[in-house]
């Protein structure tokens, strides 16, 4: 069992830049498949990016080439490195993690942070 909390949201310029974090607590970090999704307003949760137990990693249609995917298997840590945001964007990003799913489904994942706003202003 892992718990997750995410951080490096906020408000940016359209053009910019933000490095979302995702801090898992528990020991068996390293053999969990570890993804973001995101919720913008009035819309349902999507995937955004995955990076499964071995470090191979996918990524939605909309964000490829501006986005990166990483962990940290040191630091019980992963990352989203978002570039050339835009305002669409803009939503609610979410952490999660599961030992046995690498899928794009948010159902297919057990655990969950709480989320992390990020705002890009056109």
């Known amino acids: 069992q892992i718990q997750l909390v995410e951080s490096g949201g906020g408000l940016v310029q359209a053009g910019g830049s933000l490095r979302l974090s995702c801090a898992a607590s528990?020991?068996?970090?390293?053999?969990?498949?570890m993804a973001w999704f995101r919720q913008g307003p009035g819309k349902e949760r999507e995937f955004v990016a995955v990076?499964?137990?071995?470090?191979?990693?996918g990524y939605a249609a909309f964000v490829k080439g501006r986005f990166t995917i990483s962990r940290d298997n040191a630091k019980n840590t992963v990352y989203l490195q978002m570039n050339s945001l835009k305002s669409e964007d803009t939503a609610v990003y979410y952490c999660a993690g599961d030992r046995h799913s690498s899928a794009t489904r948010p159902s297919s994942y057990d655990y969950w942070g709480q989320g992390t706003q990020v705002t890009v202003s056109s």
């Open positions: 528990g020991r068996t970090f390293s053999i969990y498949n």
């Open positions: 990076v499964n137990w071995i470090g191979g990693t």
